[in-house]
């Protein structure tokens, strides 16, 4: 449930010849930075090269505060908002919001995601039509600094990284304020809720809750 077709339909985000090469979302966290380089110079005359390596989509609206750090690409009908810190290592994905005070560094949002406000979003993908809530944010380095391992039950997978955030299927809600802890997958569908420090595997279709409990949605 925490493959990259488990959680992702590649129609939705420029880097799908990208991600099609990996098994697993979070190996594709490494390469994010040579991704955009590579693949913004090939983007149509739609889009601006503002800056060196920082393209953004004639459609695109980005506020004179926001900071586009490179690489980083900025898809059609995005808004980037007051005071947006785009680190570098982004690509933003069509009709997404990057909301005031948000911080996004070696990330993948898919089309439509909402990160509007104070998030931070760190060596992560976002799945289409994700949406976290305000506050929420994405914690990427483990206290220990040791590698992050993704757990699913009594199954642990070692990823061999330092720093990864959270992998979010599609259509995934976070709750504000929650706390997604490194190595954290939500499946498709499923919800967290607000105030939730979750870690592990969310399965799709389902609902963490603050207590740490999962259920499965009811279907209709």
């Known amino acids: 449930m925490y493959k990259i077709t488990d959680l992702y339909d590649l129609d939705h985000t420029l880097a799908a010849d990208y991600l099609s ?17 590579n693949l913004g110079p090939t983007l149509g005359n739609e889009y601006k090269e503002v800056e060196p390596t920082v393209w953004v989509h004639e459609t695109a609206t980005v506020a004179p505060t926001a900071f586009l750090g490179a690489p980083c690409i900025i898809g059609p009908n995005t808004e980037v908002r007051h005071c947006a810190f785009i680190r570098g290592s982004a690509l933003v994905g069509a009709d997404c ?43 990427n380095v483990k206290a220990d600094k040791q590698l992050v391992v993704v757990r699913d039950g009594k199954e642990e997978i070692e990823t061999g990284i330092k720093k990864f955030g959270s992998m979010l299927g599609d259509h995934v809600e976070i709750g504000c304020n929650a706390v997604l802890n490194p190595g954290t997958v939500v499946g498709r569908n499923s919800n ?12 799709e279709s389902s609902i963490y809750k603050v207590d740490n409990t999962i259920v499965q949605k009811r279907e209709g």
């Not at 594709?28 to 955009?36: E, P």
Request: charged residues 10%; glycine residues 12%.
């Open 192 to 203: 967290v809720y607000p105030t939730s420090c979750v870690r592990g595997v969310v399965p």
């Open 21 to 37: 090469g990996f098994t697993y979302p979070w190996e594709a966290l490494k390469g994010i930075k040579d991704m955009i380089l």
């Open 97 to 139: 919001v990057v909301g005031n005070s948000v911080e996004l560094k070696n990330v993948i949002l898919f089309d439509h995601v909402q990160t509007p406000h104070y998030n931070y979003v760190g060596d992560s993908i976002l799945g289409y039509y994700s949406h976290m809530g305000a506050g929420s944010i994405t914690s």
